[in-house]
């Protein structure tokens, strides 16, 4: 299967509040560098494109297609607000900016405009603090949303039927107007947003088997008929306030959300109840284009998902996506997924189930 990866994935690294503590965030440059070591020894081809040596009407249009989903003063802020930290002393050239306080609603009404303090724009343009911002974490997030558009192309120009992208950071958490959750721009969106510069009124499945309910994708597509979202996701878990069953979509769209939590401790017999669920709703939206949002911290080792999954399941679980939905162009983006050492073995497995099953260009 072809894999694309783009070396400035890699730069972003940064920290996070995890309890109490500020520590390295565990979303890391070493889980792409894992999963490359396991996929450099297999029979997959992996690709590895550059978007620093791209041309200017391939950034220009990145930039658009990103601007579909996400506001302009979010962007400049993604884009400036480590220099302007560091320009004013705040931050070393090595530290990171963490907001402090973040928009809250005891007054009668939410803002409309960022605020002037340069410490409250970091709570402005974000909702947790697992999304910090360093010098290279623009750099790195434009590289792993060109990642998402360039697998579109590929599905596109190549004929094939599934493509798979390495992107860091992840982007199911974030919506057009906050980062959180290691996520700074929503990979899934601008895949879409590419397929539809083609097909301007697709039907769009999304299925994402990340542990964590991916709240930004579910927000940017709440009132798009179009797109059918389904997420299984730890209950009661991280980001806490999204995720219910009864979140089902907006307007026309009423019945295109389908949320799937599970209960922590889960064994995969029980995922997989619910994954038929995600695919009858699936199946009956009849997309031509299919996005999967894989993350591995479904895995039983994992420090931050508490499901009884191991490596052999992703095999299952791929293979039960493929025979129920084959033939459907896929583009399958990395989320999350921490144990480092089992990421590229946990991949394996997966694309393993995934090409094992009908599907053929
Ligand atoms: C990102 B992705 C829980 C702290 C959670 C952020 C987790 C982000 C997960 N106590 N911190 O969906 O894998
Ligand atoms: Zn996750």
Not at 61 to 80: A, F, R, V
Not at 95 to 119: G, M, N, W
Not at 131 to 150: D, E, P, R
């Amino acid at each position: 299967m072809l894999i694309l990866h783009d070396p400035d994935t890699l730069s972003h690294e940064t920290i996070e509040l995890l309890g109490s503590k500020v520590i390295p965030a565990l979303e890391s440059p070493s889980r792409i560098l894992a999963i490359l070591e396991a996929v450099s020894k297999s029979q997959h081809e992996v690709k590895h494109i550059r978007l620093h040596d791209s041309s200017e009407a391939t950034f220009d249009s990145l930039i658009e297609l990103i601007g579909q989903t996400h506001d302009q003063g979010y962007l400049g802020h993604l884009k400036n607000v480590f220099k302007q930290w560091r320009d004013d002393g705040l931050v070393e050239e090595c530290e990171h900016v963490l907001p402090e306080c973040f928009v809250f609603t005891s007054t009668a009404r939410t803002p409309t405009q960022p605020p002037k303090d340069i410490y409250a724009r970091a709570g402005y343009y974000a909702f947790d603090m697992s999304s910090g911002i360093m010098n290279k974490t623009y750099v790195s997030t434009m590289a792993s949303a060109n990642l998402a558009v360039a697998a579109v192309r590929r599905l596109r120009d190549d004929q094939v039927n599934e493509v798979v992208a390495l992107c860091r950071p992840p982007g199911h958490h974030c919506n057009g107007h906050k980062a959180g959750g290691y996520c700074y721009v929503n990979n899934a969106a601008l895949s879409i947003s590419e397929w539809r510069r083609q097909s301007p009124n697709a039907r769009v499945g999304i299925l994402d088997v990340d542990f964590h309910h991916g709240n930004g994708t579910q927000d940017i597509f709440y009132s798009d008929p179009n797109v059918f979202y389904t997420s299984i996701h730890g209950a009661d878990e991280f980001p806490y306030y999204t995720g219910n069953e009864d979140e089902r979509g907006d307007g026309d769209a009423i019945g295109t959300n389908l949320n799937l939590p599970l209960e922590t401790g889960s064994s995969f017999d029980q995922y997989l109840q619910k994954l038929e669920s995600a695919l009858a709703g699936l199946l009956k939206h009849e997309p031509e284009f299919l996005l999967v949002s894989l993350g591995f911290d479904t895995f039983n080792l994992d420090p931050l998902g508490s499901f009884k999954i191991h490596t052999e399941d992703y095999e299952v679980l791929a293979r039960t996506v493929r025979t129920r939905l084959p033939n459907v162009q896929t583009v399958i983006l990395l989320e999350g997924g921490y144990v480092v050492e089992h990421l590229g073995s946990n991949l394996l497995s997966f694309l393993k189930g995934w090409e094992g099953s009908a599907s053929s260009p």
